[in-house]
């Protein structure tokens, strides 16, 4: 969503780099390129102006002037007003202490709030609550069946009385106050402790929907009432959120289709206008794909710095403690990382969502955003498919695979052989990596995409005390073990290495002639009689 305002916020903040100090005209420009991508990012203009007048008064304070380096300073500044932009503070639901606790979803046609319901259900229901949803959308044609389908995929009940239009062509007839007011009546008597009530889309200019939002709240006395706003709504976005604050006064924000490629300039505006707190986000089409909205984090990812808090929360959400604790112990025990290990680590890995998403969070992705478009998630898949192609004596085994049997694999799993032979050829390292690491020897970096080298100090398996200077010096002294000695050039030293070698020669070849090799007896002279030769062949013994 904000590729393009980090992408161009990266690059005004690398002209600062390495200056030790910022003058005026430095700040000034550093402010325009600021501006500019603000507004390109669809921001409204009025939070823009506010953004960078508190960024420039702060630049050209001694807060910078002072600063050891200037230029991570300015950055450290506009990250903290993005975060007062954004909102701040993390704020979550509000529960009531005597239940239900009533949640109104309001927002404009089309801003995934029925979709949204179903997510927020789930998300309730995973934390332990108990919801109920209440179909309070008569008017648009199949909304009370898209909230029942969402439902049952949250394994959350439904209370829609009333089944609403199929079409374009029919005309609401059931009222929305009644059938919110019964849906809460019916979540005391069931003891359900959340109530999530879906309310017709509206114009914020439609004053007659404004005023039945308005009815519906009142009426079941909703204790929040969330905004639900499309990310990619560009400049309107104020508009609209003044003209909904003043009809429901709602009590917070929801971005939906945050996962989508437009500017993302709502997200930056209505919190700041509104003085409402955006709370959560939508980041996808599935049930899991729903996140808690934290300002600190947003902002680190505009700036480039990722998201790791985030990364771990979703590790620790759908990370297999007992899986891990296996992994642990087989990685201290130095035992060998397999292709069995290879696969239940990445079914963990799909466990917490899309794997581009997932190295999105990551500090400076923005850097590696070609790879990242190009990274398919669909090839995990494959993935899996070659590795269940094998068998396990293979899996645990991989060095056994000759061409035939990755023919077979590739056959089994409908992928090329290449892929197969690409797969165990980077398992070959990082099956190579797990030992270096459980041995002590640290990270190496001669991983791919990786320069050479091992830092620390570590030294290749096999490799002795000595380090690297000590193989060499091994290697160079049986390389020269055996070779013969060069005769000398002084004459008189070189007649006496020739004598010395015929005498070694005539004691060799005494030796391999002894009778006393052939199981006879030493004592007596050797003759050519004792080999028992055929007639004739004594002569080439001579």
């Not at 603000?38 to 002072?66: M, N, T, Y």
């Not at 017709?200 to 079941?220: C, F, N, P, S, Y």
């Not at 035992?335 to 466990?351: P, R, S």
Request: glycine residues 12%; hydrophobic residues 40%.
């Amino acid at each position: 969503m904000f590729n393009s305002l980090s992408d161009r916020l990266t690059a005004t903040f690398k002209n600062l780099k390495g200056k030790g100090r910022l003058s005026e005209a430095d700040i000034d420009g550093t402010a325009r390129e600021i501006r500019r991508a603000l507004l390109d990012a669809d921001v409204a203009v009025p939070v823009v102006r506010q953004f960078i007048a508190k960024v420039k008064a702060r630049s050209l304070g001694a807060e910078v002037s002072e600063a050891l380096n200037p230029g991570q300073q300015v950055v450290k500044i506009v990250n903290e007003e993005l975060v007062g932009i954004l909102g701040g503070q993390t704020r979550e639901l509000a529960f009531a202490k005597q239940p239900p606790t009533i949640i109104m979803l309001a927002g404009l046609q089309g801003a995934g709030k029925t979709t949204l319901a179903g997510k927020l259900a789930y998300r309730l229901k995973n934390q332990g609550h108990t919801p109920l949803l209440v179909a309070c959308d008569l008017q648009r044609p199949n909304a009370v069946n898209q909230l029942q389908v969402g439902g049952q995929r949250a394994g959350v009940p439904v209370y829609a009385p009333h089944p609403g239009v199929s079409s374009e062509a029919e005309t609401a007839t059931g009222d929305p106050v009644a059938v919110a007011r019964d849906g809460v009546a019916q979540a005391r008597q069931a003891l359900h402790d959340v109530v999530i009530i879906d309310t017709a889309g509206r114009l914020g200019v439609d004053e007659e929907l404004m005023r039945q939002a308005g009815d519906i709240r009142t009426a079941v006395g909703a204790h929040e009432v969330l905004f639900v706003i499309d990310a990619m709504i560009g400049q309107d976005a104020v508009a609209t959120a003044q003209a909904f604050d003043e009809g429901v006064d709602f009590t917070g924000v929801v971005l939906s289709k945050l996962d989508g490629d437009a500017r993302g300039g709502a997200a930056l505006s209505v919190a700041s206008v509104t003085g409402k707190p955006v709370m959560y986000a939508s980041t996808g089409e599935g049930l899991k794909d729903f996140e808690v909205f934290h300002p600190d984090r947003m902002a680190r990812r505009i700036l480039d710095m990722g998201d790791v808090l985030s990364l771990i929360e979703q590790a620790e959400a759908s990370w297999d403690r007992d899986e891990a604790a296996k992994m642990a112990k087989k990685f201290a025990d130095q035992e060998d990382f397999t292709l069995e290990d290879f696969l239940a680590q990445m079914q963990q890995l799909k466990k917490m969502g899309s794997m581009k998403k997932l190295l999105g969070m990551m500090p400076g992705a923005q850097g590696m955003r070609q790879q990242l478009d190009q990274f398919d998630d669909s090839s995990l898949g494959r993935i899996e498919a070659i590795i269940y192609s094998m068998t396990p004596h293979e899996r645990a085994a991989p060095k056994i695979m000759n061409g035939s049997r990755r023919a077979r694999i590739a056959k089994g799993s409908g992928v090329h052989v290449s892929e197969v032979n690409q797969l165990l050829e980077r398992f070959g390292q990082a099956q190579k990596m797990m030992k270096r690491m459980a041995s002590g020897g640290g990270m190496p970096q001669g991983m791919p995409g990786m320069g050479g080298g091992m830092p620390g100090g570590g030294m290749p398996p096999g490799m002795g005390a000595g380090g690297a200077g000590g193989a060499k010096s091994k290697r160079k002294q049986q390389q020269t073990k055996g070779k013969k000695k060069g005769r000398s050039g002084n004459p008189a030293k070189a007649a006496q290495q020739a004598r010395e070698a015929e005498q070694r020669r005539a004691a060799s070849a005494e030796k391999r002639f002894d009778g006393s090799s052939f199981g006879g007896s030493g004592g007596r002279e050797f003759t050519p009689e004792d080999l028992d030769l055929p007639k004739g062949f004594d002569k080439y013994l001579r």
